[in-house]
């Protein structure tokens, strides 16, 4: 049961756009549509951005979207705001009826 | 709106047990599959244990399995996590978290509804 490998750290100015990678393999990320992303600000509660690989939640912002190929998944921010500086994780189904967690990605708005 | 608490955190000592809970206050979860998942200070999130909408089926993640029981008691709107044989790596915030689709099974599309914690310390 490996985590799924995100960068530890991305970071970007107001305004562009950034993507976070989620590496797995074929048993958790490729071979299943269930893919999430969260963002948690610090001393607060995950939120879920994204649902089934690329789905937006009522209420979430379009500036974030999601997708996938093979067995990695990604998350785009686009219009960076100050607000997005946040801890963010994927999290996929896997074989063994299991869910992996990737280790987060901390985005640093300049 | 619905809301989740959890409760039933605390320091306990390696091997000891804790029983969590997890409430829900303005609606029901009945027919959502729940999950619990932890997070070790300073760290990232771990999934621990998922019950479906039914019920009836359970699932855990290797590091807790035999170990840790997921369930849930629908009358009371309340989730529970029994947690025996408990080693200082259990040692984190507990979440439970509502799964984004109702149904009587598990669709783990995503959670999309959080509570905000309950510390478990394992220390001597």
């Known amino acids: 049961q490996s985590a799924l490998t995100q960068p530890a750290s991305v970071s970007g100015s107001p305004g562009q756009s950034i993507t976070i990678s989620c590496t797995g393999t074929?048993?958790?990320?490729?071979?299943?549509?269930?893919l999430s992303w969260y963002q948690q600000h610090p001393g607060k509660a995950p939120k879920l951005l994204i649902y089934d690989v690329s789905n937006r939640p009522s209420g979430v912002s379009n500036r974030f979207s999601g997708s996938k190929s093979g067995n990695t998944a990604s998350l785009t921010i686009s219009g960076l705001q100050a607000e997005d500086e946040a801890d963010y994780y994927c999290n996929s189904y896997s074989t063994n009826r299991i869910l992996l967690f990737g280790g987060g990605t901390k985005l640093t708005v300049l | 709106e619905v809301q989740l608490l959890e409760s039933g955190g605390g320091l306990v000592q390696p091997g000891g047990s804790l029983r969590l809970s997890c409430a829900a206050s303005g609606g029901t979860f009945s027919n959502y599959a729940m999950n619990w998942v932890r997070q070790a200070p300073g760290k990232g999130l771990e999934w621990v244990s998922v019950i479906n909408g039914g019920g009836d089926g359970t699932f855990y993640a290797d590091s807790v399995k035999g170990r840790f029981t997921i369930s849930r008691d629908d009358s009371k709107n309340t989730l529970y996590l029994q947690m025996n044989s408990l080693r200082g790596e259990d040692t984190a915030l507990y979440y439970c978290?509502?799964?984004?689709?109702?149904?009587?099974?598990?669709?783990?599309?995503?959670?999309?509804?959080w509570g905000q914690g309950t510390t478990v310390t394992v220390s001597s």
């Open positions: 074929s048993s958790d990320i490729g071979g299943y549509n269930y």
């Open positions: 978290a509502r799964d984004f689709r109702r149904g009587s099974g598990w669709s783990p599309d995503g959670m999309d509804l």
